[in-house]
């Protein structure tokens, strides 16, 4: 059972994942604002696991219709895992943002943890961030 | 040196003609102007011939590597995603900078098509694939780079290059042998707008972007233009213009591919990642083998070349 989704943003998710061991661990990919905004993505180039990042750090960069864009981590940690399944089918990012789409797990400590519902949006205030960030007029 | 990096609607042109500075200069600019929100930054420049590639393609894929090296054409890779490209002197590239938010790729390519059709009588038009066309040739090319406080789109203008230079250095041998998930360049047959209209030239275009750019911004102030020298800031660049340069970025930033060289029944396949060849299959028979693991693909590709040509049996 996975807990709920906290958002940045910059329109990147966190979640954390079940503690079964002795540490903490985060799954995080972008929203699916994020990957409309984006188009077909065609390429994802991930981070190492064990790389360590802190918080608004380009972690991975993600190529779509002739743009490169980097995404950032939401909070400090360390990788430990990435999915791999992003080197052949890049544009489950698109078709998955939430689920098989995810970017990569990361460990992080007690005080990130406390960061995350202290310092991001809820599922219910990124959509309303959303709503009054709506593209604003002409120039 | 702190005037250059002031925000608002401006335009810049650069004195340099080579594609590393170039390259440099409009990531350093990105990354430290004070953007300001509804305003843009227009960059003007042209390298000498050089190849251009995306952020994530391959270089063997795209061009005929050897080619380039044999006549001092430049091989770059850039930081924006997207194709292949041919610069000269007869290319005109330009590169918006605005905040993140005001990115907008349609508006760039209006301002451009509607300042061209006008002044010139031409009947240009823009693709969902954000290109420019003239008839069925293609007359620009864009690429784009998204960061947390800056975006920027950036694209050619064919105006008088040289077309047969640009197919034969596009043109790769090696196309056919390489598998990879890198992203590949939709090739288009290309045009210069000066075979349109020959009264096209670069300096004409140029005196003619600049006014319409400042007048699409309501800038009052038609002198807002300045010449930049990329030397006086040397210093600053530095940093980008040796990764640009450098043969890890160029070569090793190639997403994993395998080669594979069919010789009557044989297959040889070399898998390669980062640029670095971590396995060969099927080239056991070889009795002048120098391949191996361990070795740089774009140091051995001459060889790899060779391979393809010599006959397996000797």
Request: include cysteine; charge should be neutral; charged fraction near 25%.
């Amino acid at each position: 059972m996975c807990q709920e989704r906290y958002f940045t943003k910059k329109h990147e998710w966190i979640q954390l994942l079940d503690a079964n061991k002795k540490s903490i661990e985060v799954r995080v990919g972008i929203s699916d604002h994020a990957q409309r905004a984006l188009g077909d993505v065609v390429y994802c180039e991930l981070p190492s696991v064990g790389a360590k990042f802190k918080r608004d750090d380009t972690f991975a960069t993600l190529e779509s219709v002739k743009a490169v864009s980097d995404c950032y981590m939401p909070i400090d940690g360390e990788i430990s895992d990435v999915n791999e399944k992003l080197k052949s089918e890049a544009d489950l990012i698109n078709k998955s943002p939430y689920e098989n789409g995810w970017l990569i797990q990361a460990f992080i400590n007690d005080k990130e943890k406390k960061n995350i519902s202290s310092t991001l949006m809820t599922e219910k205030q990124y959509k309303q961030f959303l709503e009054t960030n709506k593209e604003a007029g002409d120039h | 040196m702190q005037a250059i990096l002031r925000g608002g609607n401006r335009v810049l042109i650069s004195r340099s003609t080579n594609v590393y500075t170039n390259l440099a200069l409009e990531r350093y600019l990105a990354e430290n102007i004070k953007h300001e929100d509804k305003t843009r930054l227009l960059i003007l420049w042209r390298n000498k011939p050089c190849v251009v590639i995306g952020r994530y393609q391959n270089p063997f894929a795209e061009s005929d590597v050897s080619y380039l090296a044999e006549n001092q054409i430049d091989l770059a890779r850039r930081y924006s995603g997207g194709g292949t490209c041919y610069h000269d002197l007869g290319n005109l590239n330009m590169t918006i900078l605005t905040t993140r938010n005001d990115y907008n790729r349609k508006k760039n390519l209006q301002w451009v098509v509607n300042t061209l059709n006008q002044a010139y009588d031409l009947n240009l038009h823009i693709t969902d694939r954000d290109d420019v066309f003239l008839d069925k040739y293609k007359v620009t090319g864009s690429a784009s780079r998204l960061e947390r406080l800056y975006a920027y789109h950036h694209f050619t203008l064919l105006i008088n290059a040289d077309l047969k230079y640009l197919r034969r250095t596009l043109k790769s041998p090696d196309q056919s042998n390489i598998q990879s998930k890198a992203t590949m360049s939709v090739r288009s047959s290309v045009l210069n707008l000066s075979d349109r209209n020959p009264k096209i030239t670069y300096e004409k275009t140029l005196e003619l972007l600049i006014k319409s750019f400042l007048q699409w911004n309501n800038e009052s102030n038609m002198s807002n233009y300045d010449y930049i020298d990329p030397l006086l800031y040397e210093e600053q660049i530095k940093n980008f213009e040796s990764e640009l340069k450098s043969e890890k970025f160029l070569f090793q930033g190639t997403p994993p591919f395998v080669y594979v060289i069919k010789i009557g029944a044989q297959t040889i396949e070399i898998t390669v990642d980062n640029g670095i060849i971590t396995d060969i299959k099927g080239n056991d028979s070889i009795s002048e083998n120098k391949l191996c693991r361990g070795q740089l693909f774009h140091s051995v590709h001459n060889q790899i070349q060779q391979l393809k040509t010599n006959d397996l049996s000797v």
